[in-house]
């Protein structure tokens, strides 16, 4: 998927997940772990922007993963949308569905909105 985002808008993304990591600090913990464990299981970002929108994932579900691990993955993610805050941050991934999920999850690592502007292609 191409994706094109601002330097503005990726400034913007990161001081709302700022503001969410300081409201709701065990959401973004929770938020975090999951966006951990996504990343090392190699799935893509869109796949757990489409979990926990409740959306289809299309082309974005993971192949080729053992039914245990996509069943251990999707219990954390439950945990995470079970949490009592969790309209919060889905609200926050409603709000930004024209940003691209790979760049929030990122932004919430840690990386800089101006190491991720421009085009970006992930698969």
Sequence with gaps: MVTFTSLNELTESSKELEELKKDYPELFVKFLDVVNLTRAFQFKYHY?????????????????????????????????????????????????????????CLLALGTTPDSLVGTSYFK
């Design 48 to 104: 757990l922007g489409a979990l926990l929108l409740d959306k289809d994932p299309g082309e974005d579900k993971p192949n080729f993963v053992y039914g245990s691990v996509l069943r251990l993955y999707k219990k954390e993610v439950q945990k995470l949308k079970d949490d009592a805050d969790f309209q919060v941050l889905k609200q926050f991934f409603i709000q930004n569905q024209n940003k691209d999920c790979t760049k929030i």
